[in-house]
């Protein structure tokens, strides 16, 4: 009865001890991810400041479609308490070091103030590529309104990869794979 007693209570204090292992466990990853968060990573986003404002690139760059419809996709978004951002000007790179320009500056296609994503094709033959390019780097150069209303051309930024997609259709799940 007295062994039984005393393992009962071992047994008890090994699941209570236990317990409190994976409670402690359980609040260093939380803590772990909640710092890391706040912290920005220059790897998984792409970002310019000037005058506080930023924009970000949530993910690769996307290259698909096929013949006249093969382009490049971002998804981009601005950060700033006033919409600034008047444009994005990208700067294209091939494997043979040539490079290309594209503006973007449909207000109905940039990312606002508000946070949201927004996506922004760049389709190969507006810009003036080949479809047959190998495309080795994108590079978005912001182009913002200053307190004076006139433009300025924002930091480089680079994108961190471009992904070289199979999908010929440009499709959510193609979107998926290289992100």
């Keep these: 009865m007295i062994n ?7 047994l008890i204090l090994i699941i209570l001890m236990a317990g409190i292992l994976i409670v402690l466990i359980a609040i260093i990853i939380n803590l772990y991810f909640m710092l890391s968060s ?9 970002s310019s400041q000037l005058n506080n404002t930023r924009i970000e690139f949530d993910s690769n760059s996307v290259i698909c479609g096929n013949a006249g419809d093969k382009h490049i996709r971002t998804f ?35 990312p606002d103030y508000s946070g949201g994503v ?20 994108v590079e978005a ?24 997609s199979s999908c010929n259709d440009c499709s959510f799940s193609c979107d998926l794979i290289c992100s």
């Design 4 to 10: 039984s007693k005393k393992a009962n209570s071992r």
């Design 38 to 46: 706040n912290s920005p990573n220059p790897d998984s986003s792409l």
């Design 76 to 110: 981009v978004k601005e950060i700033f308490e006033e919409n600034s951002l008047i444009g994005i000007k990208y700067n294209i790179k091939d494997n043979s070091g040539k490079s290309y320009s594209y503006v973007v500056n449909d207000s109905n296609i940039l």
């Design 118 to 137: 927004k996506r922004v094709d760049i389709i190969f033959s507006q810009a003036g590529m080949d479809v047959s390019l190998n495309i080795t780097g």
């Design 141 to 164: 150069v912001p182009i913002l309104k200053n307190s004076n209303g006139e433009e300025t051309l924002g930091a480089n930024s680079k994108s961190p990869m471009v992904c070289f």
